[in-house]
């Protein structure tokens, strides 16, 4: 059975211009991700300070690897990120 997971994590400063060269790159991925059934969602804050993310997987492990695989975390536009284990009850 898969779990689902929460990530909270943060944007660089500047990161709508900092953004701009990888941004293609990195919807394309979540998108694979999404038709793959593991990304249920993600998304900015409005602020633009935070990223939040809900996955659907085996492990946390695979989690990380898709988050640290990003062209956002790769290029340092998201800076920090934290992953939960999530027991979603509604």
């Avoid at 997971?5 to 660089?12: I, K, N, S």
């Avoid at 060269?21 to 998304?43: E, I, M, S, T, Y």
Wanted: glycine share 8%; aromatic share 14%.
């Amino acid at each position: 059975m898969m779990t689902k997971y929460v990530m909270w994590g943060t944007y660089c400063e500047n990161v709508l211009e900092k953004r701009a060269p990888f941004r293609a790159d990195h919807l394309q991925g979540l998108q694979q991700q999404k038709d793959n059934g593991v990304l249920v969602a993600l998304g900015p804050t409005t602020d633009n300070t935070k990223v939040f993310g809900i996955y659907e997987a085996n492990s946390e492990a695979d989690v990380r690897q898709l988050i640290e695989g990003d062209p956002y975390w790769q290029n340092g536009i998201w800076t920090d990120y934290a992953v939960y284990a999530w027991n979603q009850v509604f």
